[in-house]
């Protein structure tokens, strides 16, 4: 007869994962509330702050590029190499569909700058298109170069013979 149960019972250690893990895990929180917060920033900074000193533009563009790419990155930091293959188109659809809902939400307060106006329902679709045509593109370049950084500093510590971790939970 096939036993289904062991025969012995024993103490596991269960572990539990962070709240930060178990978010950073999460393809489509991260990316929602990455698309969120880049597009509040946006419309806060742009709207609000003196765009025509090139010093406030640039450290507001910064200040977007480090949360865009580092929400990815601690996305990514959580998936072997070969998952990110269809983890970074994803990961930038969503936050973009989420970064266009947001959009039509300040459309609809009339926070949404659009150049030196702010933006109307017709501009919605042209958002659209260049936000998620320009995020697709831009984070799989990201990810495409994170992914050669990564490999390459793996293989160098290997061949120091140094023991790198990986999970054979994830090669599954």
């Not at 596991?12 to 991260?30: C, G, N, Q």
């Not at 266009?100 to 042209?126: K, N, Q, T």
Request: charged fraction near 15%.
């Amino acid at each position: 007869m096939v036993r289904f149960a062991p025969t012995h019972t024993g103490a596991w250690d269960a572990y539990e994962a962070s709240a930060v893990r178990k978010f950073s895990r999460s393809l489509t929180a991260m990316a929602i509330v990455t698309g969120v917060v880049w597009r509040l920033c946006r419309a806060l900074f742009l709207g609000t702050g003196p765009t025509s000193s090139p010093l406030f533009f640039g450290s507001v563009i910064a200040l977007g590029v480090l949360v865009f790419f580092g929400m990815a990155t601690l996305h990514l930091g959580n998936f072997p190499l070969k998952r990110w293959l269809w983890r970074v188109p994803l990961f930038a659809l969503v936050e973009g569909v989420a970064e266009v809902a947001m959009s039509a939400v300040l459309i609809a307060f009339g926070r949404e700058p659009y150049g030196s106006a702010v933006a109307v329902w017709a501009d919605l679709a042209s958002i659209a298109a260049t936000v998620l045509s320009t995020h697709i593109l831009v984070l799989s370049l990201y990810g495409g170069i994170l992914a050669v950084v990564v490999q390459g500093i793996r293989r160098s510590v290997r061949a120091a013979g140094d023991v790198v971790i990986d999970d054979p939970k994830d090669d599954q």
